[in-house]
DNA sequence: ATGTAGGCGCTACGCCGACAA
DNA sequence: TTGTCGGCGTAGCGCCTACAT
């Protein structure tokens, strides 16, 4: 009869030993839908394109830091690796649920253009689940007074059809998480109106996962009619980085120092991608970076769209206007192209949107690609209006794998 | 009426926002009190011995690694550096309350012998209050179904002294934990026998800490009589690094990075030192690490005792046999006194102790010290028994200051 | 269609002394 | 001296509908 204990889930996999670190990767699936429509990942064996000056912001924000800007970057360090994306594996933190990727990358020689060029438009699919439902918990879903409500959409989606003859129609239903942890619920159809509830079993979930109001919690059904559930949590209460095991500096060098001795040994190194931390990607498709630096025109003025994750968890396009172009370290990181643009957005509720994004990010609203393979020389020479003298000077350094 | 909120504190600083670190130096006596007898920091301003090797260790062991072999170490990074200690800061984590120190080390150049010689024996205090008790939590303590039983003489040392001319005899404490929160509890002294017990608001603490059988609380009162609390928990379960953010090779390599650039600038560099994690500590007072060097005999054969914490807060010594010298990684980290000595212990029960030591954690039985100054080399010429190959040759390498 | 609140039964939290170790 | 238990009152958890948006 003890206190903390008995918040676990009734079944499954609670008998074994405490395992800190997810060691296989996660059901892929579940993994996606927490994860967010927006998040892809390159496929394993493709070519990707690592970014330090990416990498050491998600560490910054895992911090709750800015990035240090005190820390001199690696002289020999470039701002971009190509490397050969030799794994990947799915993860979720054993505490929040928060899920991760980890990659292992391997530094490749420059590939010449006639490579680049031919490499395939790989294709990364979101793999989001069909049958899924994603809903942000109200007050009443995670007070102690009751149970969920279920939107009505969502449950004849998902979950198995009611017997409707019984009274009440209810069932129970078995959901696994990403640590396949099984988790029961009284799925009951009642109330005037009709509605569906989850009663029995559900308090037990939101105290486990400590759930609050706005956190979301989302229900996949697999191709075996298996039933299974994850959460995202709300932004502000993100897992914090504890700072009691490495200083910041320590971390960030860490970033820095790992990338430079495998770019300069050829050997292996492991990153990790938090998609729900992270302000950008900073591991690439080659062939993504390649269609947007060596193929899209931008220039100051230049409308574009650009894709954002709702709160409802499908995609909306926004529109804005690209502002001006530059480095955004120019001290550290010269001639990167690690959001180099700088863009306003036309609606007012824009406040929250980045205001640096990189070329990859966008998509161009007319006039998008030139005939292929064009050099960059010729293209930056080309007479073009409303750019400044940075922005000219940083076309005519930069060259494709510098 | 939320459910998890009601568990916080109920009065003090929960109204501040949501400050994840600590930005100023914590309580003292309260600090070591949790931290332990056994945990003496050194001065600010005082010079100190820092081992990379040390470090890395404490980082393995957070992250319930082992130490990665594969990663080479920096080839101008030398196995210890002596640096002014610039500054100390106590802090707890937010979350598990788990006492950690920030330090701030500048890296000075290898002073003579005469000067390290003259340096004065610095005396560092534990600053145990010594008004304070430390109790391990019972399962009766722990669980749902009653309060806090406080040792008699505990409470009559500790807390403000009940009118034993109500019926029962009670009273009102308060008191504030590391993070200044504070927390209520009723003390009434009842029961047949008669004893001390702690009941509403115990079980809030209990929650809220996340406190188990075998975990420990402890409280202090200060020198204003007021009250104070803290926690130590059970090793098995101190707070895990997430391996989120950033791989153990990134980490690793991040602490010999960040020293390798500090003692190449002789710029400020932080650490962070987990006394109840780190297997040892790995910044020593330069007075400790010249005394135990310089000054102390050691063979193989030699009987020695060392402190350790017992389960009660106290010190106990064990006795033990010098079973071998040599370097713990003579590949990365040669010529290093970093646990140099291999040892064995008398008591059968001593599965769990360290089976190697460093010169400066032992206490020599007879004869211990030399006249001093002698120089190295002559003592290591001097004929003596039952030392292997290995041994005689680190010692003939190594030097003071490398 | 679904968020919130009132009503209310019943579980289990938590306060008590009785034992024993 | 103090760990655990049986006894027990009651706070609050959690299931239900009503009502509002």
């Known amino acids: 009869n003890e206190r903390l204990p008995s918040v676990g889930p009734s079944v499954g996999s609670m008998a074994q030993p405490a395992e800190k670190v997810e060691k296989r990767s996660l059901n892929s699936e579940l993994w996606h839908a927490c994860a967010g429509p927006l998040v892809l990942l390159p496929p394993v064996g493709s070519r990707v394109v690592y ?32 490397c050969l994306l030799d794994n990947v594996t799915l993860h979720a933190d054993i505490e929040t649920d928060e899920v991760y990727a980890q990659m292992t990358l391997i530094p490749v020689p420059p ?13 990364m699919r979101s ?15 995670t007070s102690t007074h009751g149970g969920f409500s279920i939107p009505r959409r969502a449950a004849e989606k998902v979950f198995p059809p009611l017997d409707y003859a019984q009274i009440p129609p209810a069932q129970e239903l078995k959901a696994r998480d990403l640590h396949d942890q099984e988790w029961h619920f009284r799925h009951i159809y009642r ?9 029995t079993g559900w308090s037990v979930f939101v105290s486990a996962k400590r759930l609050q109001a706005g956190d979301a919690v989302l229900f996949t059904r697999d191709n075996k009619g298996q039933l299974q559930l994850g959460i995202r949590r709300q932004n502000r209460q993100q897992r914090v980085m504890p700072s009691s095991v490495l200083s910041s500096d320590s971390m960030h060098i860490g970033v820095l120092a790992a990338a430079n001795y495998a770019a300069a040994t050829s050997s292996r190194f492991t990153i990790f991608y ?4 992270s302000p950008s990607e900073f591991v690439i498709p080659v062939a993504k970076y390649q269609k947007a630096i060596c193929h899209l025109q931008v220039s100051v003025g230049m409308r574009f769209r ?31 192209h690690w959001r180099s643009l700088k863009v306003g957005w036309d609606e007012s509720t824009a406040g929250e949107r980045k205001k640096r994004v990189s070329l990859w990010d966008i998509e161009p609203l007319t006039f998008p690609y030139v005939l292929c393979p064009q050099p960059l020389a010729f293209r930056a020479k080309r007479p073009r ?9 940083m076309l005519k350094k930069s060259s494709f794998w510098s």
């Open 51 to 82: 970014f330090p000056q990416g990498h050491t912001e998600q560490v910054a924000a895992s911090m709750q830091k800015e990035v240090d800007a005190h820390i001199p970057n690696y002289p020999n360090l470039p701002s971009r690796l190509v």
């Open 274 to 277: 938090n998609p729900r931390q």
């Open 111 to 123: 590939t010449n253009e006639k490579d680049a060029h031919m490499s395939p438009d790989i294709e």
């Open 385 to 393: 209006g409303g750019r400044d003298e940075e922005t000219d000077s």
């Open 127 to 141: 793999r989001q689940p069909t049958e899924y439902f994603c809903k942000t918990l109200t007050a009443s879903d």
């Open 306 to 336: 650009m894709v954002f994750e709702t709160e409802e968890s499908s995609v909306r396009r926004y529109m804005g206007t690209i502002t001006g172009m530059g480095d955004l370290d120019p001290i550290r990181w010269p001639n990167s």
């Open 191 to 199: 109330g005037q109106p009709r509605r569906h509830l989850l009663t």
